[in-house]
């Protein structure tokens, strides 16, 4: 049997808006993905440890309070430094569009707004995966 | 109308219901099917095409409905309701530093709000101090910095607190804000016993629902009586619990579970301090309710017209309340964020307008509307305005306000508040079950046994599947989509980065100044104090005074009570 694709759904900072976090945990796991998610107030360092030991080909972060600006490229440096550069990095959450390139600039692939579907996030991992 | 009269009209209308739909509807569908098989609320009950006296036939007009002001409050919690006084317009403000959300304040007292209503930043919520390794990135962000005793002076400045109520939304620290708030009227020359407003402080929602917890459950209890016993004997006119619905209902859950869940733990605060020894009609008239405007427009009133009869039923059956007060509930309403949309965003401003109009037709007594660029960013100042003047065109223009509970009587409306009140006593009772026999208890098994978190994560991920599966429609998002480029968007309001350096540097000068001496002296009674059964208030007050930061006092309470994690389910 083929390995399935393995995610990690992660909400950094203070944010306890999760619904959108388990929802997309959720559909994703339904639509044939290996899910695991962090659970809320993860530092940059706990989500970097959280995809050393478990490995994911997609991670998947979600930040409704306008924190992203900092977190985001922090959590790609740190990913960065410690060697770990083939896994995609995805955003979501309230994030504003002139916000984006920013983002895209410092390593996240794609960033998803409020409205998505779940299959397209499905369909975005599966083609863009880095390995 | 004597009984036999009545079950023979009864008899009459169930008949000619049933004639109606075999002839004159059967016709009709035959020419044009129904849009859909089946039609239901947001909680899944399903609707008829039409309702008649015989669904309400079991209605007792006195014991059921009653007269507004009057128990069972169903057609109002005011006797005048807005004959009288309009809603308090209450919009929800917060953001970057202490000066700018003053700014926001006045603009809005300016245009005519008439309470105030305190967004805090995640920092202050979860007491960290800006200049934490946790605050990083959330400055300012989704309310306003609060630190010290310093900030609060600055948010109040030239706002006369005799005048105006103030709304806080703040949890596992509303004890520490509270006190930050009657040390800053003490120096305006307000005492505490003339102050009016709200804090939130409704804890048990944090861990089903909206997650900013600090403490486990046991010790943010004591916490929240502290308060409540504080403020029955000092600040009378305080309102000490908001007990809030709304979150639960961003969270995903349905009307229903929102109402079960909010009540419920309504409850569970009044056995909390019943426990503590406090008479129910000295603190439960001070305990009011905070609930979500979605979008099913019918549910929603039926909602709040549930809520208070049942509000007043247990209050009065079950927990022997003797005080009308302890009987009535009042709500503030917000309109639901998560109904808004990134994809066309003005449609939100309609959204919103029908939303609020529910919340009046349900009698609510203060409220605050979303702007239409929520689901873009933090709100603009054109966007708050234009939704304040939703709330003024309802009370001044549309005559929504000009009669009481205007749809009582309406067949649809009596039986789904009927029905509504019959699914939240399934809650009420599988939750007292958990607890055995407690309401109290049953908050705490559920919360560790992540019931709550479930129930709400099922409706939220039904919710999502049917707008994939276009049974429910969100216009512009599922249907009715323009092309991308075409869906003009407005100027969103941005919190500069400098907001986190500015607030910093303002925390290190507070430090700097303040006699450093007498702070770790509160800090240290506090901690000795958390250990016995005191009631902290009066420490807390000392300690703000001293200006010791929400983040200091919080790390001793970190320290004594000790700190909560979730198992996280999805």
């Known amino acids: 049997m083929e390995r399935k694709i393995r995610l990690i759904v992660a909400k950094p900072g203070l944010d306890g808006h999760d619904r959108g976090a388990k929802v997309i945990a959720r559909g994703l796991r339904d639509a044939g993905f290996e899910v695991i998610y962090t659970g809320l107030h993860q530092t940059p360092d706990d989500i970097v440890q959280s995809v050393i030991q478990e490995d994911p080909d997609a991670l998947l972060l979600s930040i409704l309070s306008g924190a992203h600006p900092v977190l985001f490229p922090e959590i790609t440096k740190k990913l960065h430094e410690n060697g770990v550069d083939d896994v995609l990095v995805l955003g979501g959450g309230i994030i504003p569009e002139e916000d984006v390139p920013a983002l895209k600039e410092a390593g996240v692939s794609e960033v998803f707004g409020p409205g998505t579907k779940i299959q397209e996030i499905a369909d975005y991992i599966r083609a863009n995966l880095k390995r | ?570």
């Open chain 2, 1 to 570: 109308m004597t009984e036999n009269t009545k079950e023979s009209l009864n008899k009459k209308i169930l008949e000619e219901t049933e004639r109606w739909i075999n002839t004159t509807v059967a016709q009709s569908l035959k020419k044009v099917p129904e849009r859909k098989r089946n039609f239901k609320t947001l909680s899944n009950i399903p609707v008829k095409a039409l309702y008649t006296p015989v669904d309400i036939g079991n209605l007792d007009y006195f014991d059921d409905l009653g007269f507004p002001g009057e128990y069972p409050y169903l057609r109002g919690a005011q006797a005048t309701s807005y004959r009288a006084r309009f809603w308090t317009m209450r919009q929800f403000a917060g953001l970057g530093t202490a000066k700018e959300t003053n700014q926001r304040f006045k603009y809005l007292i300016q245009n005519g709000q008439t309470g105030l209503s305190v967004a805090f930043h995640l920092p202050t919520i979860y007491g960290y101090e800006s200049g934490s390794p946790m605050s990083a990135g959330e400055i300012g962000k989704e309310g306003v910095a609060i630190d010290t005793l310093a900030d609060m002076e600055v948010v109040f400045d030239g706002i006369d607190l005799s005048k105006i109520s103030t709304s806080m939304t703040i949890n596992a620290p509303a004890s520490i804000l509270l006190a930050m708030y009657i040390a800053v009227g003490e120096k305006k020359g307000v005492p505490m016993e003339k102050l009016t407003g709200t804090i939130q402080n409704d804890i048990l929602k944090e861990y089903q629902a909206q997650k900013s917890y600090i403490f486990p459950p046991e010790p943010s209890m004591r916490l929240i009586v502290d308060t409540i016993e504080f403020c029955t004997n000092h600040v009378p006119k305080w309102n000490t619990i908001s007990i809030s619905g709304y979150h639960i209902r961003e969270a995903g859950s349905t009307a229903v579970q929102e109402l079960a869940f909010t009540l419920a733990n309504g409850f569970a605060y009044v056995e909390a301090g019943m426990a503590r020894g406090l008479n129910v009609d000295d603190f439960a008239p001070r305990l009011s309710f905070f609930f979500n405007a979605h979008n099913n427009f019918f549910e929603e009133i039926a909602k709040y017209r549930a809520a208070r009869r049942i509000w007043a039923r247990h209050m009065k059956e079950i927990y022997h309340a003797k005080d009308p007060r302890s009987w009535r509930l009042r709500f503030h309403t917000q309109t639901a964020g998560v109904s808004l949309t990134a994809q066309e965003p003005y449609n939100n401003i309609i959204r919103v307008t029908l939303q609020a109009l529910a919340a009046v037709l349900g009698g609510t007594q203060s409220l605050h509307t979303n702007s239409f660029d929520e689901a873009l960013a933090l709100p603009s100042e054109e966007a708050v305005k234009i939704a304040l003047r939703t709330q003024q065109i309802i009370a001044h223009e549309s005559g929504a306000a000009d009669v009481i509970d205007p749809l009582g009587g309406s067949y649809y409306v009596e039986w789904l508040t009927n029905q509504m009140e019959a699914e939240a006593e399934k809650y009420f009772e599988h939750i007292k079950k958990l607890g055995n026999g407690s309401m109290l208890q049953g908050a705490y098994v559920g919360i560790k046994n992540n019931f709550y978190q479930r129930e709400i994560a099922n409706a939220s991920y039904q919710y999502q599947k049917e707008i994939e599966t276009k049974e429910l429609v969100q216009v512009s998002v599922n249907e009715f989509k323009i092309e991308e480029e075409l869906d003009k968007k407005p100027e969103i309001l941005k919190i500069s980065e400098h907001v986190a350096e500015k607030q910093i540097q303002n925390l290190q000068k507070v430090k700097s100044e303040r006699d450093n001496a007498r702070a770790q002296e509160c800090l240290q009674t506090l901690r000795e104090k958390a250990k016995t059964n005191e009631n902290l208030m009066p420490y807390i007050l000392d300690a703000v005074k001293a200006y010791c930061s929400v983040g200091e006092i919080v790390d001793v309470f970190r320290e004594v009570f000790g700190v909560y994690r979730e198992d996280s389910i999805f």
